[in-house]
């Protein structure tokens, strides 16, 4: 029985790339400054890095399957540019019903965690030692949801309300994807 590995779940819209009401074709796929780099000092440190990420682009019918696969093909692509593979990428094509970002109609849609339990039953992965990375409370409650030791919100994405994260646990606040990496690997240099 392989040891559970520790992970760092990331967002993809807001997070990884420009946030965009629907991204549907690769080339409206754009890279935020230092992705890859901070994507990658968490794989040197030990952590695996996996994508969850809500597209309800698909469910609505505004996309299909294959659109979604283009995009991700392509997120692979500008990764990879800088020697850069993620270790999964975990969607959920559910078209819901409300806005409420805490309102859970879907297991595998954040706010629920099913992509993140998931991926840890597939990946081995150790929850407790894991964090979550996202620009939304829909992230925030995920991640707290699976059970993560922290949950990071970035700055990059949507507009932040505070008002609306008086329904998640205590998090973190941070700028960037960078400045996430940066925080994590000072709690947990080694892993
Ligand atoms: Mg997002």
Not at 21 to 29: A, G, K, M, N, V
Not at 80 to 86: E, G, I, K, P, Y
Not at 115 to 137: F, K, N, Q, V, Y
Not at 163 to 180: C, K, T, V, Y
Request: aromatic fraction near 6%; charged fraction near 25%.
């Amino acid at each position: 029985m392989s040891q559970l590995r520790p992970a760092v779940f990331l967002d993809r819209d807001g997070t990884l790339n420009v946030e965009r009401s629907y991204i549907t074709r690769p080339e409206d796929l754009v890279l935020l400054p230092g992705v890859a780099a901070a994507v990658s000092r968490l794989q040197r440190a030990g952590f695996v890095c996996v994508v969850v990420t809500n597209q309800a682009g698909v469910g609505r019918g505004l996309m299909t399957h294959a659109d979604l696969d283009r995009v991700h093909a392509e997120l692979a692509r500008q990764l990879a540019h800088d020697s850069v593979t993620l270790d999964g990428i975990y969607f959920c094509t559910f078209a819901p019903s409300t806005n409420d970002q805490a309102a859970v109609e879907h297991p595998e849609r954040k706010p629920a965690p099913g992509m993140l339990l998931r991926a840890a039953c597939e990946l081995h992965l150790d929850l407790t030692r894991s964090w979550m990375i996202g620009d939304t409370l829909r992230d925030i409650l995920a991640g707290q949801g699976a059970g993560c030791r922290e949950c990071i919100l970035v700055r990059t994405g949507h507009a932040i309300e505070e008002e609306e994260f008086h329904r998640a646990s205590p998090f973190i606040l941070l700028d960037d994807l960078s400045a996430a990496v940066d925080w994590i690997l000072a709690k947990h240099p080694q892993v």
